[in-house]
């Protein structure tokens, strides 16, 4: 069955960086797209970009002003995700979902908490 | 960007009620709409994309439809499992946007 597994909650201050993996299984990883959908807290789900796991290519939300980078390691059928210069408004939770339409799988979620 | 409207807010309902959700795109969108079920601490769930394809293993009770700019989620007869909150998401074009939710509560 499919699933997508994703790395544990972080801490990080205010002006760093996180890096969250997803690893995948039960499907051809490079036949799928990735996509990175946060969710702060009350809010609504706010897409933030996706990369396609067979090529490498990639689409950024540029709400977030090229602060995302999306990578891939297809021997390790791991996605990830990196968001830099951190502010408070990142505290979220994080997901991944396969597909770069609509995620018919999603990952359990990262939470992502930022302080000063 | 295209900004999704969801309506009600929350709702509550009562077991057995038949539950019809809003969903408006302030552009059209074809029918590229996705439905998900969000319960509380856990991942979205898909339930409908193309508008009103049911995904792979989720009952029928749940349906879809709409085109252009307005949607509908339906459940046909709400169970306990049901109560959770629910989201459209449009995918007709960059950046993909999702609705504020419903909240779908015990009577």
């Known amino acids: 069955q499919v699933q997508l597994v994703q790395s544990g909650a972080e801490v990080k201050k205010t002006g760093a960086s996180v890096n969250i993996s997803c690893k995948a299984s039960?499907?051809?990883?490079?036949?799928?797209?990735m996509h990175w959908v946060r969710q702060a807290p009350g809010q609504r789900l706010e897409w933030m970009g996706w990369?396609?796991?067979?090529?490498?290519?990639?689409k950024y939300s540029q709400n977030f002003q090229g602060r995302v980078t999306i990578t891939r390691d297809s021997s390790a059928r791991t996605a990830y995700m990196e968001l830099s210069s951190l502010r408070s408004e990142d505290t979220a939770v994080y997901y991944c979902?396969?597909?770069?339409?609509?995620?018919?799988?999603w990952g359990q979620g990262t939470l992502v908490t930022v302080s000063s | 960007d295209i900004q999704m409207t969801q309506s009600p807010s929350s709702l509550s309902a009562s077991v057995g009620d038949r539950v019809t959700i809003t969903c408006r795109a302030s552009?059209?969108?074809?029918?590229?709409l996705a439905w998900f079920q969000q319960k509380p601490g856990k991942a979205p769930k898909s339930l409908i994309y193309?508008?009103?394809s049911l995904q792979s293993g989720v009952p029928s009770k749940f349906s879809g439809s709409g085109a252009g700019t307005d949607f509908t989620l339906t459940i046909s007869s709400l169970q306990p499992e049901d109560f959770a909150t629910y989201y459209c998401?449009?995918?007709?074009?960059?950046?993909?946007?999702f609705g504020g939710g419903t909240k779908v509560e015990i009577k």
């Open positions: 039960g499907y051809t990883f490079t036949s799928y797209a």
């Open positions: 979902a396969r597909r770069h339409d609509y995620g018919d799988y």
């Open positions: 998401q449009q995918y007709n074009s960059y950046p993909l946007t």
């Open positions: 990369i396609n796991a067979g090529n490498g290519d990639t």
């Open positions: 193309a508008a009103s």
């Open positions: 552009q059209g969108i074809s029918n590229y």
